[in-house]
């Protein structure tokens, strides 16, 4: 079973930036995909990076490729999303998540509500202009 994490959410100005961390503990059959997620004020939650914690590969969506960055630290079970340049419009509440079952790197972009995904409680973040 997996269990999520998520911290370092807080409020910005536009083109300031966050980091944030998700702790995250597994046995040892658990699969070793992470993703962060976001939901702003009445929209739907949507995929925002992912990362395979046993070998590194990483994706993040086009829509924020170039501002954000995922990483990890296997020594400590933190996978981190650094948001540079933020802008208002990145202003939400930031979920990471894990499949409880086998899935592609894609798994963040096309099933964001599977009914296997295991949740954090989720950070806020609010981007000012």
């Known amino acids: 079973q997996v269990q999520l994490l998520e911290s370092g959410g807080g409020s910005v100005q536009a083109g300031g930036s966050l980091r944030l961390s998700c702790l995250y503990s597994?046995?040892?059959?658990?699969?070793?995909?992470v993703g962060w997620f976001r939901q702003a004020p009445g929209k739907e939650r949507e995929g925002v990076a992912a990362?395979?914690?046993?070998?590194?590969?990483?994706h993040v969506a086009e829509s924020v490729r170039g501002r954000f960055m995922i990483s990890q630290d296997n020594a400590v079970n933190t996978v981190f999303l650094q948001m540079n340049n933020l802008r208002p419009d990145d202003t939400g509440t930031y979920y990471c998540?894990?499949?409880?079952?086998?899935?592609?790197?894609?798994?963040?972009?096309?099933?964001?509500?599977?009914?296997?995904?295991?949740w954090g409680q989720g950070t806020q973040v609010t981007v000012s202009s």
């Open positions: 990362l395979y914690t046993d070998v590194g590969v990483s």
């Open positions: 998540a894990a499949p409880g079952l086998k899935k592609s790197i894609q798994w963040f972009l096309v099933d964001v509500h599977g009914s296997d995904n295991r």
């Open positions: 597994v046995d040892t059959d658990s699969i070793k995909l």
